[in-house]
């Protein structure tokens, strides 16, 4: 029997990221900026921001549909740590 310890399970769909966020004084979280493959892209822009699930990552959190180098790209908050998915 295989049993997944979900601090074990490393899904190769996930990527993690260090993302930057501002904090404004009623608790609101605004990314800034994400950092892949050692290097920082700006957020153009935000267009929604509602709990979600990843479809392809799996997984859940607050979803944010941003603009990150003129590209359509989701940001996922999950607890206390960022995944990215790419829209296509």
Do not use: Q
């Not at 904090?23 to 994400?34: A, H």
């Not at 997984?59 to 590209?71: E, F, M, P």
């Amino acid at each position: 029997m295989i049993i997944f310890n979900s601090t074990d399970y490393n899904n190769p769909n996930k990527h993690y990221t260090d993302v930057k966020v501002l904090f404004d004084r009623e608790g609101n979280i605004t990314p800034l900026s994400m950092t892949y493959d050692d290097r920082e892209f700006e957020v153009d822009r935000i267009t929604d921001v509602r709990p979600a699930a990843s479809l392809k990552s799996g997984g859940a959190g607050i979803r944010y549909t941003c603009y990150i180098d003129g590209k359509k790209t989701y940001l996922f908050l999950e607890e206390n740590k960022w995944f990215y998915e790419l829209c296509r």
